[in-house]
């Protein structure tokens, strides 16, 4: 079946524009998480969803920063009046409804490369 | 709080060589921890993980950790480097939110 995607693969925008950044997660994955991979920064974890629960939101470096997941499965990342310091590659990631079975493997998408100029 | 510290940021073996990445973690409890595999300009991809079902753990491409409680370690090694194995790989542990809490990264090198 199909993995996690995203779109677009690299976007390229202007200090103080918004951006959407899309991920679709796989099918029947209750869980959808995103992170941010930058330079000097490594991996962060950024906001994570479960099912119908209100969204973890504690990675969000500011509230620029906000995510949302409509019917359960796609969510969009915005991130408004963007700076440069925001260049980084999102990560998006799903996983099964948690059991100790599982481990809670995430399966991670290609990313989205964000440069901010 | 859960965290994983890996101590090389690089690491360069020759091909056919045994590969040894180190990793210790920090957890109140028993964690749950992984190893992820990235190659460039692709997406992680898991190669293991621990749940305490077994401290011995194998993985793809054959590659498998022990965790050592007693060290606080969970070390990936592979008997025999190959040129594909040449990547950057990342210990991971569960954090109490269930999001990742990544390393900083080991890139491996292999040498012809």
């Known amino acids: 079946g199909a993995g996690v995607s995203q779109s677009p693969s690299n976007k390229v925008t202007e200090k103080g524009k918004d951006v959407e950044l899309r991920c679709d997660p796989i099918s029947g994955h209750t869980a959808l998480y995103w992170y941010r991979q930058s330079l000097g920064q490594g991996l962060e974890f950024l906001i994570y969803?479960?099912?119908?629960?209100?969204?973890?939101k504690s990675g969000l470096p500011s509230d620029r920063f906000s995510a949302e997941r409509t019917g359960g499965s796609v969510s969009t990342l915005t991130i408004q009046r963007t700076q440069q310091e925001d260049s980084a590659v999102y990560l998006c990631?799903?996983?099964?409804?948690?059991?100790?079975?599982?481990?809670?493997?995430?399966?991670f998408g290609p990313g989205t490369r964000l440069t901010v100029l | 709080a859960q965290s994983v510290t890996q101590l090389d940021s690089h690491v360069s073996v020759s091909e056919g060589t045994p590969v040894l990445l180190r990793c210790n973690y920090s957890s109140s409890y028993s964690p749950s921890l992984f190893w992820y595999v990235q190659h460039p300009n692709k997406g992680l991809q898991l190669l293991l993980k621990y749940t305490s079902a077994a401290t011995l753990v194998k993985g793809i491409n054959g590659f498998e950790a022990e965790f050592k409680k007693s060290e606080t370690s969970f070390h990936l090694t592979k008997p025999s480097a190959h040129m594909s194995d040449a990547a950057e790989y990342f210990c991971v542990v569960i954090t109490g939110r269930r999001a990742l809490t990544f390393g900083s990264g080991t890139r491996l090198q292999v040498q012809p």
């Open positions: 990631a799903s996983s099964s409804r948690l059991s100790r079975e599982a481990g809670n493997e995430q399966f």
């Open positions: 969803f479960q099912g119908n629960s209100a969204p973890d």
